[in-house]
């Protein structure tokens, strides 16, 4: 079986390039580079079964081959990127996902869009389960990303309909765990990086707004089993322990044992989300998946691949 997948040098499409190699998989990993990193796919290169294409998706996709699955996983992803690339970010959103769906119609390929929690926007009901329709402001500052990925979303299940392309849409929660940028602008790298490197927590608003973080390990076992069931609907896939931003930077300073204040800024937008916090009911009854690992562990092996990316002087690392 051979499997594209776009944005594969990225932080969760290299774990994802990694779960496919080692069940032999042949992979296609495709990635212009503008967020993802070669660092995170050196040590796949030297596998027969996969191989790096340095391509802009948003441009035609020329594969003289066959090829059975289509990951669509190209895009900027955290807030510090898509407000850098607004542009970019809508356009991979919506010309990338047309050209990665005309691929896999050409191809006869089963498609996987990766989309994301932001479709909800600032939520008006918590937890938010798949049959919520959202609160997206669709000219803030954080409509780059939420419009591109509805429009991803919007456009795959038209593919679906009026091609009888066979797709899935997963719908991805905070994420976390190695390959993370020191600089993405997520809540836990900056927590960590901050702590490790003894400046102070920096927590926007008044820390009370709420967020879930699944394990990067838990997603892409997810992932795959979505893959391979039958189900063509978005599927959340995250983890439901949900927790205050303020009470997570308690516990990173905690678990680095850093003696660095928290300190509170204003919010950078007005569109940031209340609360966010998957219901995986569906998850559990589709695909027969929840997370397993626990945000302590999490977070133990999280910090320990930060200490050695700032120990070796790379903040740029992804």
Request: glycine residues 8%; charged residues 25%; negative net charge.
């Amino acid at each position: 079986m051979k499997i594209l997948v776009t944005g594969g040098a990225g932080f969760i499409g290299s774990h994802l390039c990694d779960l496919l190699v080692d069940k032999d998989y042949e992979v296609i990993c495709m990635d212009n580079l503008i967020t993802g990193r070669m660092a995170n796919i050196t040590h796949l290169m030297d596998k027969s079964n996969f191989r790096f294409i340095n391509h802009d998706v948003t441009k035609y996709i020329d594969i003289n081959e066959h090829i059975d699955y289509v990951f669509h996983f190209a895009s900027p992803a955290s807030p510090v990127d898509y407000l850098n690339y607004p542009i970019q970010t809508l356009k991979v959103g919506s010309l990338g996902t047309h050209k990665t769906l005309g691929l896999a119609k050409e191809k006869g390929a089963r498609f996987l869009l990766a989309s994301t929690s932001e479709v909800y926007g600032d939520p008006q009901i918590n937890p938010q389960s798949e049959d919520y329709w959202g609160n997206v402001n669709s000219t803030g500052q954080r409509s780059c990303y939420d419009e591109a990925k509805r429009f991803a979303e919007a456009i795959t299940v038209a593919y679906h309909r009026m091609h009888k392309l066979d797709t899935r849409i997963v719908r991805i929660f905070n994420t976390y765990g190695p390959r993370m940028r020191p600089q993405d602008g997520r809540v836990v790298s900056n927590f960590i990086v901050q702590a490790l490197s003894g400046q102070p927590l920096t927590v926007y608003g008044d820390g009370k707004q709420t967020r879930s973080f699944c394990y990067v390990s838990d997603l892409i076992e997810g992932i795959h089993r979505l893959l391979n069931s039958e189900e063509t609907e978005p599927v959340n896939i995250g983890n439901p322990d949900e927790m205050s931003v303020g009470q997570l930077a308690v516990l990173v300073k905690e678990m680095v044992g850093s003696s660095s204040p928290i300190e509170h800024r204003p919010l950078p937008t007005d569109d940031d989300p209340k609360v966010r916090c998957p219901d995986i009911s569906k998850a559990k009854r589709v695909l027969q998946w929840e997370p397993k690992v626990v945000l302590r562990e999490g977070l133990a092996a999280t910090i320990e691949y930060f200490r050695k990316v700032l120990d070796a002087g790379d903040t740029t690392r992804s």
